[in-house]
Structure formats: structure tokens, C-alpha cells
């Protein structure tokens, strides 16, 4: 009774509650990934932002400071990434609520590939900035430490088939 009664109330409202129940409907459906799409959109803006301060200190140490070292076809091309990112994440995510009617957790890995990626950039133009390499060398401590439990799980399910 209350569903028809409020169905009854959009539609006397007209066209724009319409448009909002509408846009209610999907953000609600995309709620899981939220998250992720937050985090991605945070990196790769954190990526943009130290890849042009590294541009300008780049163009400082050459002695002739411009602004058009920022270029729009890397900002553009950053869009476009960022695009890109949130168009792969939502696919993976449709293709799972279609397949399993639930979300098994292949979005959450594509986006921690994604940020991986984002945070090996960030990493790259600090240690730029910076001139030493401090932080390529965690990126690196951490992703070895990764790989030794994913090699040590594979190994284990090996031995448990033999």
C-alpha cells in the first residue's frame, strides 16, 4: 500500500520526481562500489597533481619557469584514464550482479590493480621530486611481500592436489 501511495505522490509531482526517483534507483545499485570509484578517482587526481609538480620543478631546474609545462593534452589524457578506470570498474561490477546476482569481489580486484598502478605512479614522481628513491623501494618491499603469499598459497594448493 505504502509502494502505491508513493508511486502515486512521484506522479502527481510530474517529470522531475521522475528523474530523481530514477537517479535514486541507481545510485542505490551502485552503492557497493562507491568506494572503490572514490579511492580511484582520489589516486589518479593525486597522480595528476604530482606529475605537474614535477613538471614545474623539471622545468625550474632547466631555468625557465612556464605554466606551459602543463599541457591539456595530459590533463585531458588523465580524464580520459580516470574515465576509463570507473567505466572498467562498473562493467566488472554489472557483469557480476548479472552472472552471480551478487558481487564477488572481482570489481575490488580491478580496482586494487588499478590503484596499485596509480600509487606505483604517485610513488615514481615523489621519488623524482625528492631525487632519491625511497619510495620506489617500499612500492617495491610491499609488492614482494604480496607476490611471496600469492606464490606461497599457490604452492600450497599444489601439494594439497598431490
Request: glycine share 0%; aromatic share 8%; proline share 1%.
Given at each position: 500500500?505504502?509502494l502505491i501511495?508513493?508511486?502515486?505522490t512521484?506522479a502527481?509531482?510530474g517529470f522531475?520526481?521522475?528523474c530523481m526517483?530514477?537517479?535514486?534507483i541507481?545510485?542505490?545499485?551502485f552503492a557497493?562500489i ?6 580511484i ?5 593525486l597522480d595528476m597533481?604530482?606529475?605537474?609538480i614535477?613538471?614545474i620543478?623539471?622545468?625550474?631546474e632547466k ?10 593534452n595530459?590533463?585531458r589524457r588523465t580524464?580520459?584514464?580516470l ?13 557480476e550482479?548479472a ?5 564477488i569481489?572481482a570489481?575490488?580486484?580491478?580496482a586494487?590493480l ?19 628513491d625511497?619510495?620506489?623501494k617500499i612500492?617495491?618491499?610491499i609488492?614482494?611481500?604480496f607476490t ?8 600450497l594448493k ?5
Open positions: 500500500m505504502k501511495l508513493t508511486l502515486l512521484i502527481t509531482n522531475s520526481s521522475w526517483c530514477i537517479l535514486a541507481i545510485i542505490a545499485f557497493p562507491q568506494m572503490l570509484i572514490i579511492a578517482v582520489v589516486a589518479t587526481i597533481i604530482t606529475a605537474i614535477r613538471a620543478q623539471k622545468s625550474k631555468g625557465i619557469f612556464k605554466l606551459k609545462v602543463i599541457k591539456s595530459k590533463i580524464v580520459l584514464k574515465f576509463a578506470y570507473i567505466s572498467i570498474i562498473v562493467i566488472i561490477f554489472l557483469a550482479v552472472l552471480f546476482t551478487i558481487s569481489y570489481a575490488n580486484a580491478a586494487a588499478i590503484l596499485l598502478t596509480e600509487l606505483k605512479s604517485i610513488c615514481e614522481n615523489f621519488d623524482i621530486l625528492l631525487k632519491k625511497i619510495f620506489t612500492f617495491k618491499k609488492n614482494s611481500i611471496n603469499k600469492i606464490e606461497k598459497q599457490i604452492s599444489e601439494d594439497d592436489k598431490n
